[in-house]
């Protein structure tokens, strides 16, 4: 519902605005009436646009723990010894917690690190990085897994 707030969402090229006049949950989705839109039809063009809301108009960050998912993607992964291990290409949360996808520096299938302070003890998005101790066998893992697809 914090959506509201944010006035207009955007198409990822800026070309389409859509303003949202009212919004309610309908079972495991939000419902929308949006300005200008009144029959099916014109809802039906919408459908699968992806809408984004223009960081200038996101509030500010409270906590020194808290981030935005697209200030971390791209971001360097590496271990305490500066060794570089990948590059989170996603952050997912199914339900228990970020994850994050990172995509390994010595190829292969991507690997799935808990964002969590144990695993992700520093996250430095000034310097593009962050310092992971990733569980034994990650990248081993999602190797083996890749073969067994």
């Not at 020194?64 to 290409?89: K, M, N, P, Q, W």
């Amino acid at each position: 519902m914090a959506v509201l707030r944010y006035g207009a969402l955007e198409s990822e090229d800026g070309k389409t605005a859509i303003a949202i006049e009212a919004l309610r949950p309908h079972k495991n989705f939000m419902v929308a009436r949006v300005k200008g839109i009144a029959d099916r039809r014109a809802a039906e063009e919408l459908r699968n646009l992806a809408l984004y809301v223009p960081r200038e108009r996101l509030p500010g960050l409270d906590q020194r723990d808290e981030f935005y998912h697209a200030d971390l993607v791209g971001l360097t992964v590496t271990d305490r010894s500066s060794r570089t291990l990948g590059t989170i290409v996603a952050i997912h949360n199914f339900g228990a917690g970020d994850i994050l996808e990172l995509r390994p520096v010595s190829g292969g299938p991507t690997a799935m690190l808990p964002f969590t302070e144990t695993v992700v003890p520093v996250v430095d998005i000034a310097n593009g990085r962050i310092v992971a101790e990733p569980p034994e066998g990650t990248f081993e893992r999602a190797a083996t897994e890749h073969e067994n697809e």
